[in-house]
């Protein structure tokens, strides 16, 4: 038997595709730092677990397919603080933010139809544009301009008559760029008029440093109808085994079709909505020394690796990711060869090779994405560990 061109194509994981390697390098007695993936180690509020004990039905029934209304009014909420007003019919809990980009996938377009995203991306839209026989058209940004936006007409050239969406994540995951208001107004203008959705997925809203903002598009209210925005408390509220997030939009008929991808998987868990609901009711202050730390984790990477001046990174704005294009010419084989032929003292790391976040094979096979994940001690030996490694590998080369 033959499975489908898509069961084919789907493309692996490169966060995760190096596990089985890491798992040797462990079993050979090697310490492994993981910059792979974007697991925090930020501690889950005790809130959510104590929502969830609390719980005392005698029955763990389905709940409704759009999610329960006590997470849904503490989100609204949470949005409130921002000035974003929301309503009910506006939020759809998913699965995750994966689900919510899934959803939106399927929804915004037909087999063959095009979304544009600047590239790098966060990988896994890859894996939903093939589920959803969705093309990705790239938009390319640069490690040397901090991987901003191009001139926006570089944009606007991309559509085409099966132009249906722009999907724009910010802060961003891999480059941690955040968007400006301009760049983000700009792209909603385009939107506007070319009469496309506008995808905005502000999973890492929070996290922003240097006293920037992050600027939703849930702001912009001529956008009203274009505006679809993925959301999650898996990293805003350290809680990615959850596995809840949501689709937002004002869009009266995205939302009437979501509800039919909603209702064809049931309805989302509910004893994690309850843990969910019970962490957006905490005071906006949690989120002040969450951000100090990985603005010091930041700061402690950047300056290490920024010691090698071959190395072309700008400071990241945002989330907890950054970028980084390397001297060396195959970083997948790099990232492999730190873990199975490199150590410092047992020591090495763990990155994600960068070709794996852009839409075509082979593309800047010079870039690592490395999540800031670990304290800032420990961040700093790994560091280390990457630049010794960068003289080591092309010593060999
Ligand atoms: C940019 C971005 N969007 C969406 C997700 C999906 O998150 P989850 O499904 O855990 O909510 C992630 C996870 O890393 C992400 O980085």
Redesign the pocket.
């Known amino acids: 038997m033959k499975i489908s061109a898509r069961g084919e194509s789907i493309q692996d994981s490169p966060i995760r595709k190096l596990s089985p390697v890491a798992i040797k390098t462990k079993e050979a007695g090697k310490k492994v730092y993981h910059l792979n993936i974007?697991q925090p180690d930020i501690p889950t509020p005790p809130e959510f677990f104590e929502a969830i004990r609390s719980y005392s039905e005698k029955v763990l029934s389905y709940g409704p397919s759009d999610g329960i209304n006590e997470l849904k009014d503490a989100m609204i909420n949470y949005f409130k603080r921002y000035d974003i007003d929301l309503m009910r019919e506006n939020l759809t809990i998913t699965?995750?933010?994966?689900?919510?980009?899934s959803f939106a996938f399927n929804i915004i377009g037909d087999p063959g139809d095009e979304i544009i995203i600047p590239e790098p991306f966060?990988t896994?839209y890859n894996g939903y544009a093939t589920m959803s026989d969705l093309k990705i058209v790239p938009v390319p940004t640069m490690a040397e301009t901090g991987f901003h936006l191009p001139d926006i007409s570089e944009i606007e050239k991309k559509i085409t008559s099966r132009t249906k969406a722009i999907l724009i994540?910010s802060p961003?995951?891999p480059t941690g760029t955040v968007f400006s208001e301009e760049e983000i107004r700009s792209l909603g203008e385009v939107a506007k008029k070319h009469d496309l959705f506008l995808i905005a997925?502000e999973?890492?809203k929070e996290f922003t440093y240097d006293g920037i903002r992050h600027f939703s598009v849930l702001e912009i209210d001529e956008l009203r109808e274009n505006v679809i925005v993925?959301d999650?408390?898996?990293?805003r509220y350290s809680s990615?085994g959850a596995?809840?997030?949501a689709m937002i939009t004002r869009n009266k008929d995205v939302m009437v079709s979501v509800l039919k991808f909603a209702q064809a998987r049931l309805c989302p868990p509910t004893l994690e909505q309850l843990g969910a609901a019970a962490t957006y009711k905490l005071p906006h202050s949690y989120f002040e020394d969450i951000k100090k730390e990985y603005q010091l984790r930041r700061d402690t990477l950047y300056e290490v690796l920024t010691a090698n001046k071959d190395i072309v990174l700008r400071k990241p704005e945002g989330?907890f990711y950054l970028m980084a294009k390397l001297p060396v010419d195959d970083s997948d084989d790099f990232a492999k060869w730190m873990l199975e032929s490199f150590d410092v003292d047992g020591e090495t790391v763990m990155v994600a090779p960068g070709g794996g976040f852009y839409s075509a094979e082979g593309e800047r096979t010079d870039e690592i994405r490395i999540a800031y994940v670990l304290d800032s001690s420990k961040l700093k030996i790994a560091g280390k560990i990457i630049l010794e490694a960068i003289r080591e590998y092309n010593k060999k080369s």
């Open positions: 974007g699965y995750g933010g994966s689900e919510a980009v966060y896994n994540c961003n995951n997925d999973v890492y993925v999650s408390i898996s990293k990615c596995r809840i997030g989330a």
